[in-house]
């Protein structure tokens, strides 16, 4: 069985896990106070060209949104974010568990405009009734989103300047960020996250870590004791320099671009084949996640040999699916699929 239904899928990239076996026997202070981590976030600031930017390394993609969420609203603040945004269909109500609702918006794409944020705000701030509704503090996007799909430059920084006006943080989920910013069609550098967020993350566990996020946190407000949000949140790990040593790796010799420019160039292949064969993608893309919707028939005898991800249901006769590469995706498995479509498609 050959996997294309995630980016998770093997252990980490051959670079990192020699980083972390080379500091055997090597003591290290704990929580993330040791010289791994202050040469990682050393890295870090360099390629954001944000020397004052707070950084801090966790293990997982939810504990972070919780953890940066929860540090950045008071009891009474909501977060705004895509009907299809990770917080709000994929991590079974943590946010909400943290005291924050998640007041989602209709994203076809996957994108939250900044027309709709100005729209929310304003709605709550003109309503007789403000004080009874949660009040929209903070938007939440993912970049690529659930769908693939890419900012551009412009609408970051629309949705940016709509958050200053309106008095909002923004931040982005970069669980996959490394394969948006080696996109052929992106326009946005990690200077400008930097320049245009209060905060984002770096994923790190779907682009070649073992596990692990770096949290970069450009806006003081939210960094202040956001160590204590980490413990509290149970997110602060002993052996912390297992994360430095990860980031370490993975910024060293741009290792983080180049095998995300691999995955997405592999995934381009499965476009293109899917494309000559006739089928309609769900939404354009460049990342590393492909959807389309295929016949049921095909799907089934596909199964047989590739797992991939089902997303819903199109029709009676056809489902829209997720095809995945990664930093690990080889190009013979590659191949392997897009032969499997070309016969099965005849």
């Given at each position: ?25 090597i ?24 020397p ?19 540090a ?6 909501g ?8 917080i ?39 309503s ?39 008095g ?42 073992m ?51 691999h995955?997405?160039?592999l ?47 199109a ?19 590659v191949?392997?699929?897009?032969s ?7």
């Amino acid at each position: 069985m050959l996997y294309f239904n995630n980016d998770y899928n093997e252990i980490c990239h051959p670079a990192v896990l020699k980083k972390m076996t080379q500091s055997e026997g090597i003591q290290n202070p704990g929580y993330s106070m040791d010289e791994c981590c202050a040469r990682a976030t050393a890295l870090i600031r360099q390629k954001c060209a944000a020397p004052n930017a707070a950084v801090h390394f966790l293990v997982g993609g939810t504990q972070t949104n919780l953890t940066v969420i929860a540090a950045s609203l008071r009891p009474h603040q909501g977060v705004i974010s895509a009907d299809s945004g990770h917080i709000n269909v994929h991590e079974t109500g943590a946010i909400e568990a943290t005291g924050h609702k998640v007041i989602g918006v209709p994203a076809p794409d996957g994108k939250v405009r900044a027309e709709q944020v100005a729209r929310i705000v304003d709605n709550h701030r003109l309503s007789e009734d403000a004080e009874h509704i949660v009040q929209p503090k903070m938007v939440y996007i993912s970049n690529p989103t659930e769908y693939g799909t890419m900012y551009s430059l412009a609408e970051l920084e629309a949705l940016s300047a709509l958050c200053k006006e309106k008095g909002l943080y923004l931040y982005v989920d970069g669980a996959r960020m490394g394969y948006g910013l080696a996109a052929k069609d992106n326009d946005i550098t990690l200077p400008d996250y930097a320049r245009l967020c209060d905060a984002f993350y770096i994923g790190g566990t779907k682009v070649g870590a073992m596990f692990g996020e770096a949290v970069v946190i450009p806006n003081p407000s939210i960094a202040e004791d956001f160590r204590y949000l980490i413990k509290q949140r149970g997110g602060m790990l002993a052996k912390g320099w297992l994360l430095g040593l990860q980031f370490e790796a993975l910024f060293e010799d741009d290792l983080y671009m180049r095998i995300s420019a691999h995955a997405d160039k592999l995934a381009d292949q499965i476009r293109k084949t899917l494309a000559d064969l006739g089928y309609a993608l769900y939404l354009p893309g460049t990342t590393n996640q492909v959807f389309v919707t295929l016949p049921d028939s095909l799907l089934s005898e596909l199964g047989k040999e590739f797992t991939f991800a089902t997303w819903e249901k199109a029709d009676e006769n056809s489902t829209t699916v997720r095809f995945c590469t990664s930093w690990a995706t080889a190009q013979e498995n590659v191949d392997k699929l897009c032969s499997a479509l070309v016969r099965l498609s005849k």
